[in-house]
C-alpha cells in the first residue's frame, strides 16, 4: 500500500494550493496522519500533523499560512496551502505516523514549485 499525494503544481509567490492524500481505511481511521517535505535524499521533514479527533501541529515556518484538515467519512487528508514561499518549494507526500515509525506507506509525493 502507497499513499498517493497529489494536488501540487506551480504557483507565484503569494498563491494557493490545496493538497490532498487518500488512504485505506484500516490506515487512516485510528492514525495520526501528517504531511512532509523531503528536504534532502534521505529525510523528509514533517509540515503539520493532525490526530483522528483533529488536533493539529504545524512546523514554525508554516503556522498561519498553512492547514491540515481531515475527512474522516472519505479517509483523505488534505493541507491548504495558502501564501506560499519560494522556499515552500519541495516534493510533499502525506503518511500516517506509524507509517513514517516503520518506514511504510510512502508513495511519490506531489511537486510543489513557488516561483518568487
Known amino acids: 500500500v502507497q499513499l498517493q499525494a497529489s494536488g501540487g503544481g506551480l504557483v507565484q509567490a503569494g498563491g494557493c494550493l490545496r493538497l490532498?492524500?487518500?488512504?485505506?481505511?484500516?490506515?487512516?481511521?485510528?492514525?495520526?496522519m501528517g504531511w512532509y517535505r523531503q528536504v534532502s535524499e534521505t529525510q523528509r521533514d514533517l509540515v503539520a500533523s493532525?490526530?483522528?479527533?483533529?488536533?493539529?501541529q504545524y512546523k514554525d515556518p508554516v503556522k498561519g499560512r498553512f492547514t491540515i484538515f481531515r475527512d474522516n467519512t472519505t479517509n483523505t487528508v488534505y493541507l491548504q496551502m495558502n501564501s506560499l514561499r519560494s522556499e515552500d518549494t519541495g516534493v510533499y507526500y502525506c503518511?500516517?505516523?506509524?507509517?513514517?515509525?516503520?518506514?511504510?506507506?510512502w508513495g511519490q509525493g506531489t511537486v510543489v514549485t513557488v516561483s518568487s
Open positions: 503518511n500516517s505516523l506509524i507509517g513514517v515509525l516503520t518506514n511504510h506507506y
Open positions: 490532498s492524500c487518500a488512504a485505506p481505511g484500516n490506515i487512516f481511521a485510528k492514525e495520526t
Open positions: 493532525i490526530t483522528v479527533g483533529g488536533i493539529t
